[in-house]
């Protein structure tokens, strides 16, 4: 008996040619709709190198042919690291990730591959500096220090030499880091009341991505990549209050006027690309990673996607809008993610934990081997890892990770 919904049979003739289908964006051909999303593996040297195992882990991931390929979310702050295994972009390890691309490109030569860039602020794991630029953050918990409008002009510096130093390494892109409660997205919040350039009124919020995307789409033209992928992975609604997606400091209910003007401001910098995701994982896992059996989770995340892409094609502005959290669709994915793509809800769809489950994911659904996929779970162990800054991997169908929750003896 087949379980899909008869609109979903319909469907079914059309999904892979749809999910197949290149996507333009400029000048830019994406080689197909699926996009491996920024996964930390939590799995560098102490100084931010990658290692031998990382190198072979994205290669396998690069086996998969993805129309965009993001590397995990890097610091450009080697003093400031989310885990201890964090990967640094800096002058220092230039050569590694120049060696990494180079790697990349031999077995996949059509996919982007863009780097998420950021630094980490309250969300850095346990025995790390953590760094705020909200006053009442650092106030609730002394341990967190408040950031100065020098140190975040340092920050600024930083990113700004990381963003030429990833350009010259020859990534095809570059997203700020504008999710998941890293510092990028405090700046955005209502609740940044902070007094000084950084804080208070919008134009004072975003001024950081203004420094870094107006830089960034200055020092690809310079260097003579016209062709560059530019934006934001964005948590459009963060789910706290005053957080992104709010109207004001103290608001708990949903608004998105602020975040859907941010947005277009970002594509009025540079930006061609914008990846929606939502929540902030450390404080509401479920809001970022729908669980398993809980669609609404999902329903969320393709709401906010389209309220963001409708909103920048209503100003005439047309970004590759990439949605989040399809991975808990399991079989129905290709399915649900074409339906979204040929209803105009969204343009390319990110996979998360499945990029670990099956990094050939879409080598082997555009091949028609469907069957041979190793489907998500959704046990969460991929998480666990994380946040215990173990080196991440898939427990239930990597090898190399199978034991790796458990008590080493
Ligand atoms: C182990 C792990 C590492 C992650 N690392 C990043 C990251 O580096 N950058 C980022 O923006 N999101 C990161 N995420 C969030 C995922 O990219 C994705 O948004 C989330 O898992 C929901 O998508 P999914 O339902 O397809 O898994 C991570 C998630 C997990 C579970």
């Known amino acids: 008996m087949n379980y899909l919904p008869q609109y979903l049979i319909e469907m079914n003739q059309n999904t892979i040619a749809t999910l197949a289908a290149p996507f333009q964006i400029g000048g830019i051909t994406v080689a197909n709709r699926l996009v491996a999303q920024p996964m930390e593996r939590s799995g560098g040297t102490e100084s931010g190198e990658l290692t031998p195992a990382l190198v072979d882990e994205y290669a396998a991931l690069a086996a998969g042919h993805w129309g ?48 998420q860039l950021t630094v980490p ?31 975040i002009d340092e920050i600024i510096l930083s990113f700004k030499r990381a963003i030429d130093v990833a350009i ?31 804080g208070g009124s919008f134009e004072n919020r975003t001024r950081f991505f203004r420094e870094l995307a107006v830089h960034a789409r200055q020092a690809a033209r310079s260097a003579g990549k016209e062709q560059f992928l530019l934006g934001s992975r964005v948590s459009v609604s ?22 859907k003007r941010f947005t277009e401001m970002l594509c009025d910098w540079g930006a061609n690309f914008v990846n929606v995701t939502a929540g902030i994982p450390a404080t509401q896992p479920e809001v970022t990673r729908p669980a398993k059996d809980v669609p609404w989770g999902i329903y969320n995340h393709f709401r906010l996607t389209k309220a963001i892409k409708d909103h920048l094609a209503e100003g005439g502005k047309h970004p590759a809008v990439i949605g989040s959290a399809y991975t808990m669709l ?10 979204n793509i040929a209803s105009g809800a969204v343009d390319l769809i990110g996979l998360g934990r499945q990029v670990l489950a099956d990094p050939e994911y879409p080598a082997k659904l555009l091949a028609g081997k469907g069957d041979e996929i190793h489907r998500c779970t959704g046990c969460g162990s991929c998480s666990q890892l994380l946040r215990q800054q173990k080196h991440v991997g898939c427990t239930v169908y990597n090898e190399s990770f199978k034991n790796a929750l458990k008590p080493q003896v």
Do not use: W
Request: hydrophobic share 40%; glycine share 12%; charged share 25%.
């Open 68 to 115: 965009v390929l993001h590397l995990e979310a890097m610091t450009v702050m080697p003093a400031y690291k989310s885990r201890k295994g964090q990967l640094v972009v800096s002058e220092a390890t230039r050569g590694s990730v120049a060696a990494l691309l180079g790697k990349l490109r031999a077995i996949a030569p059509e996919t982007m591959y863009v780097v």
């Open 168 to 198: 010259e390494a020859g990534v095809d892109g570059i997203d700020i880091k504008a999710c998941h409660g890293y510092l990028g997205v405090e700046f955005l919040r209502p609740q940044n009341t902070r007094k000084g350039k950084y």
């Open 238 to 259: 963060e789910c706290i209050v005053g957080g992104v997606g709010t109207a004001g400091p103290g608001e708990y209910i949903e608004d998105l006027a602020e975040v």
């Open 330 to 339: 399991g079989r129905e994915l290709p399915h649900i993610a074409a339906k």
């Open 121 to 151: 602020g309250v969300v850095a794991g346990d025995g790390l500096p953590k760094a705020t630029v909200i006053p009442a953050i650092s106030e609730a918990d002394p341990a967190v220090k408040l950031l100065t409008d020098s140190e």
